[in-house]
């Protein structure tokens, strides 16, 4: 219950007291209600009087309760003020603390960076470590290499000297014979001097394989003999069946125990067809 209730409590219990009073004064009225009367009078005019009191102190508790309630309520704006102020205190400090926290981590993220790099700083300083020593191995034996090099060098340079000297004697030879055999009316080409010589010994081969020339070129015969039948690139073979001449050829790639030469057109036989199992000599 309020204190204003309290008090209309209080005044209603006072009515009830003056009216049980003024109930009393006029039950006993036909005795001596003039008595009675002063008497009730002046217990109305106490109770007036004390109900006069009790409406000030009713008016006095009204106006310090409003009194009080603007007081709280003044006081309920400050707080509010302080705590919307400290709401947003907390939140700056919130977002601050977060923003330190951001900042720690990555200080913790950089740190552990810098810890992770200096790691492999000191691994790669390691391995530039065990590289430069095998560098300077790998130096100290190409040095000694380039030393042995430059002294191979020195000595193929000497050789050099005496095969170039050798070779420009060998030219002058060269130059000497070739004038001589022109002197005397003979070739002087090495392909043609070939062609003109023959094999030592007839001899008698069989054609193993025909390649047809293709346009514009010859036919290539190989034949069963080489170099060690006395056969030399250049030689000229006569190709025949039986009694039959077939035509010519003239080799162009010769191994000990094989030969092909190039069919010659212009000694061809007309209408001749070179087939595998033919022969082919020196002398026919």
């Known amino acids: 219950m309020t204190f204003v209730g309290k008090i209309l409590v209080v005044m209603h219990l006072l009515f009830s007291v003056l009216?049980?009073?003024?109930?009393g004064a006029v039950f006993t009225a036909q005795k001596n209600w003039r008595a009675d009367s002063e008497a009730k009078a002046t217990q109305l005019a106490k109770a007036q009087a004390d109900l006069r009191d009790a409406s000030t102190q009713l008016q006095d508790l009204q106006n310090q309760k409003a009194a009080t309630e603007a007081d709280l309520n003044n006081k309920i704006?400050?707080?509010?003020?302080?705590?919307?102020?400290l709401r947003n205190e907390n939140q700056s400090l919130d977002a601050e603390n977060k923003q330190l926290l951001a900042s720690l981590d990555a200080v913790r993220t950089q740190s552990q960076l810098s810890a992770d790099e200096a790691?492999?700083?000191?691994?790669?300083?390691?391995?530039?470590?065990?590289?430069?020593?095998?560098?300077?191995?790998?130096?100290?034996?190409?040095?000694?290499?380039?030393?042995?090099?430059?002294?191979?060098?020195?000595?193929?340079?000497?050789?050099?000297?005496?095969?170039?000297?050798?070779?420009?004697?060998?030219?002058?030879?060269?130059a000497t014979m070739r004038s001589f055999l022109a002197s005397k009316g003979l070739p002087t080409d090495p392909k043609q001097m070939v062609v003109n010589t023959q094999p030592a010994e007839p001899l008698v081969a069989v054609v193993l394989a025909i390649s047809p020339g293709e346009r514009g070129a010859s036919e290539m015969v190989e034949i069963s003999a080489g170099t060690d039948d006395g056969l030399e690139i250049g030689h000229r073979l006569t190709l025949f069946r039986g009694s039959k001449?077939?035509?010519?050829?003239?080799?162009?790639?010769?191994?000990?125990?094989?030969?092909v030469g190039s069919v010659i057109p212009d000694l061809k036989a007309k209408n001749a067809v070179i087939q595998k199992g033919d022969n082919a000599t020196t002398k026919f």
């Open 19 to 23: 009216f049980m009073a003024f109930a």
């Open 77 to 85: 704006t400050q707080l509010s003020g302080e705590a919307t102020s």
């Open 119 to 174: 790691g492999e700083r000191v691994q790669e300083a390691q391995l530039q470590r065990e590289r430069n020593a095998e560098l300077r191995t790998s130096r100290d034996q190409q040095v000694e290499q380039v030393r042995s090099l430059a002294d191979e060098v020195f000595g193929l340079n000497l050789r050099l000297t005496a095969t170039r000297e050798r070779y420009e004697a060998l030219l002058r030879d060269n």
């Open 245 to 259: 001449y077939l035509g010519q050829i003239e080799l162009t790639y010769v191994t000990p125990d094989l030969a």
